[in-house]
Every structure is written in C-alpha cells, then in structure tokens.
C-alpha cells in the first residue's frame, strides 16, 4: 500500500488549498479513506472520511469550509480547503484503515495570519 500526498504549502488566511493523495496497491474504490491532519503540539485529528460509495463525513468545525473527493478511475483523493485559518496549519496525512492502518508521508499546511 502506497498514498502519496501532495498539495500543501504557505498561504494567508482567507485562501485556499487543494491536498492530492495518489492511492496505490490496493483496491480503492471499495474502501474508505480518509484525511488526517497533526498540528504543532496537538495530536493527530481525523478531518474528514469518504466512502466508497462516496458518504463524506468530517470534523464538525471544519463542515463547511473542507470538501473531501475521490477519483476512483484515478486512485485519487483529494481535500479542498477554503477560507483557511493558521489553525489549519499542520500536517495532513491520507489514510486507509485495512487490518492495520496506512499513512501517507504527510503534506505540510502552513496558513500566515
């Protein structure tokens, strides 16, 4: 099992980003992934979850602001944040949870106020 993350870098506040993870051995499209995030000093927190029929679910204070997609055709899953707060800033993690759990190596998320 691989999942690449990608995306992440510097923004201000207010602005926008789009994190990619690239899913590979295993079979995507029937499982749930997720995205996770580990801020500085804080513990690792679940964003947010999709499907594999494509049910999302995410942390309450971030509905609203964060969407969660997949490409099943591609093995991609993605995570468009809006309106972003440093409070967002940390490491963002894709994830799949099969007998034992898999992470990706992180993307990094730094919001300037």
């Known amino acids: 099992v691989q999942l690449q993350a990608s995306g992440g870098g510097l923004v201000q506040a207010g602005g926008s980003l789009r994190l990619s993870c690239a899913a590979s051995g295993f079979n995507f499209r029937i499982n749930t992934v997720d995205w996770y995030r580990q801020g500085p000093g804080r513990e690792r927190e679940l964003v947010a979850s999709i499907t594999s029929g494509g049910t999302t679910s995410y942390k309450d204070s971030l509905k609203g602001r964060f969407t969660i997609s997949r490409d099943n055709v591609k093995r991609m899953l993605y995570l468009q944040m809006n309106s972003l707060k440093p409070e967002d800033t940390a490491l963002y993690y894709c994830?799949?949870?099969?007998?034992?759990?898999?992470w990706g190596q992180g993307t990094l998320v730094t919001v300037s106020s």
């Open positions: 994830h799949l949870k099969l007998r034992i759990h898999y």
